[in-house]
């Protein structure tokens, strides 16, 4: 396995939905609560959509030798592919330690990441629902993606 030539995938630095003191003013006039929340969320999934597509777009070349072995990288290229086609990404260079909540882009709002979680299921006959609940899918990078995903579909 060689060293990785790209960062892994990141929000933008001290990116948070968390609402600032100017927002928590805001949203605290009444009868504007919704309003005010729809726009600063909209307006900070939008700036974190684009930081992570900017991310994406720039790796122009498909990283190599970034798997233990040749069936992680079957797996790994497989559910790149779906995440690409799915979500939209310009390309499925994903590497390793990329966090898997990005990679299924959770923060644009739709239900796309849904859809990309149940083709993974389907095509490796797997249930990521447990790690839904729990959350901690969420906390996963693409290895440990790949390993569960392999894991699992050998126990069948």
């Known amino acids: 396995m060689e060293i990785s030539m790209y960062e892994p995938l990141s929000y933008p630095e001290g990116w948070s939905l968390k609402p600032s003191r100017m927002e928590s003013i805001c949203r605290g006039i009444p009868g504007c609560r ?5 726009i600063f969320e909209n307006r900070k999934i939008a700036v974190a959509s684009h930081h992570v597509r900017q991310q994406v777009e720039a790796r122009n070349e498909e990283p ?8 992680d990288q079957q797996i790994a290229s497989e559910i790149a592919t779906i995440c690409k086609n799915v979500i939209g990404w310009e390309n499925d260079h994903f590497i390793p ?4 909540e990005i990679m299924i882009d959770l923060r644009i709002g739709d239900l796309i990441d849904v ?5 993974i299921e389907e095509k490796y006959g797997v249930d990521f629902k ?4 729990d959350g901690s899918l969420w906390k996963m990078t693409f290895q440990d993606v790949v390993a569960r995903v392999r894991s699992e579909r050998t126990k069948s």
Do not use: G, N, V, Y
């Open 34 to 38: 919704a309003f005010f929340t729809a």
């Open 64 to 71: 190599s030798d970034q798997w233990s072995d040749e069936e």
């Open 97 to 100: 330690e990329d966090p898997f």
């Open 115 to 119: 859809e990309a979680i149940k083709k």
């Open 130 to 133: 447990p790690l839904i609940d």
